[in-house]
């Protein structure tokens, strides 16, 4: 391993292990710690990448999870300062922990993967915790309606399979060789466009279902369903259930409305409650992701509330998941993960 790749691993474990820190202290990133880290780490990266000639594969990763941090933020399931860590991490980790270790351009997937797996683990590990030890059960589960699960997962399946048989088309190669990549955006756009509300109604649905039977019909894309695509659906299934019986199950919790503070996420039960009252500056009715973070106004707000006519003792607020430890505690495994390869290999 050269000397550069080990300058670059030690800022990327110091900028991890601080960021982790900070995030599960004061749920906050420092950009004192990530942005002088990014642009040491990116000039360091790039030089050595001219150097040996893959300079290409670097700036595409770069630009791949940078890409993916800001979607994640735009689509308000992080905040800011956890886009600009995995930016970090793109930008500080050495190109031979990645580079041909799957088909096609983005190899720095695999650290998405890692810090997926570690999400999911914590996130299982805490539903535990709450039902076993501290004897919560949760949110009832009876309160949801299945069919509207199963509404949720067919929209899914069939916007994921359209843009794989769109890919098989159109991007054919690109297709074939990037399949983690094609398999992330197909989740990401699974999960969110289902929620825009054009898609409740069938005739919107109903022509996708139908371009969906042409294409089967006129290629070869049932033989690929069959024989991989089928897995994506899958993964997605495994996904929305996990999301239903632990997240939404365990996602929240109650806090004295005394304690309420600037960054915390009412639950959208809370904030109904709230706008029976005529005390100024509370918060509007919450989408229960970043874009409902409370500001120091709207927590004084709140804290006048408690003592008006339709206040509570106590209020219902989203638990904090430390995206910036889950993406610090994967970045490291990978790490340490190509360190041992290498060195064993």
Same mark, same amino acid.
């Given at each position: ?40 780490? +990116? ?20 630009? +791949? ?14 905040? %800011? ?7 970090? =991490?793109?930008?500080?980790?050495? *190109? ?36 076993? *030890? ?47 990549? =094609? ?15 054009? +898609? ?35 993964? +997605? ?15 929240? /919790? ?25 005390? /100024? ?30 206040? %509570? /003792?106590?209020?219902? *607020? =989203? ?20 360190? =041992? ?5």
């Amino acid at each position: 391993m050269r000397p550069i790749d080990i300058c670059l691993i030690l800022i990327c474990l110091s900028v991890c292990i601080l960021s982790a820190i900070t995030d599960i202290r004061y749920e906050k990133i420092r950009n004192i710690i990530i942005l002088p880290a990014i642009s040491v780490a +990116f000039i360091m990266n790039l030089i050595s990448s001219i150097i040996i000639g893959n300079w290409d594969i670097f700036l595409t990763n770069f630009c +791949f999870m940078s890409l993916f941090g800001l979607i994640l933020y735009g689509t308000h399931y992080m905040g %800011a300062g956890d886009s600009k860590l995995l930016s970090c =991490v793109a930008a500080a980790m050495p *190109v031979c922990f990645y580079e041909n270790r799957i088909h096609g351009w983005f190899g720095e997937i695999l650290v998405l993967i890692h810090i997926f797996v570690v999400c999911m683990i914590y996130i299982l590990g805490e539903s535990i915790y709450i039902r076993a *030890v501290l004897k919560n059960k949760g949110s009832p589960i009876g309160n949801y309606n299945i069919q509207k699960f199963l509404i949720a997962y067919l929209k899914g399946l069939i916007i994921i399979t359209l843009i794989n048989q769109l890919f098989w088309i159109l991007f054919y190669d690109f297709y074939i060789e990037n399949q983690y990549a =094609v398999m992330l955006l197909n989740c990401i756009i699974a999960i969110k466009l289902p929620e825009i509300k054009i +898609f409740n109604h069938l005739y919107v649905m109903i022509p996708l279902i139908v371009i969906e039977v042409i294409i089967l019909l006129a290629t070869d894309y049932g033989q690929r369903f069959i024989g991989s695509d089928y897995r994506i659906l899958i993964i +997605f299934l495994i996904f929305l259930i996990i999301r239903r019986l632990l997240v939404d199950r365990y996602n929240y /919790k109650t806090v004295p409305t005394s304690e309420v503070k600037a960054g915390m996420l009412l639950s959208i039960q809370s904030t109904i409650l709230m706008s029976k009252s005529k005390v /100024k500056g509370l918060p509007g009715i919450s989408t229960e992701d970043m874009r409902s973070r409370l500001t120091e106004e709207e927590a004084e707000s709140i804290h006048r509330w408690e003592k008006s006519k339709y206040g %509570a /003792k106590e209020v219902s *607020v =989203v638990r904090y998941l430390p995206f910036g430890f889950f993406i610090s505690a994967g970045t490291i495994i990978f790490i340490v993960e190509s360190v =041992v390869g290498i060195i064993c290999g």
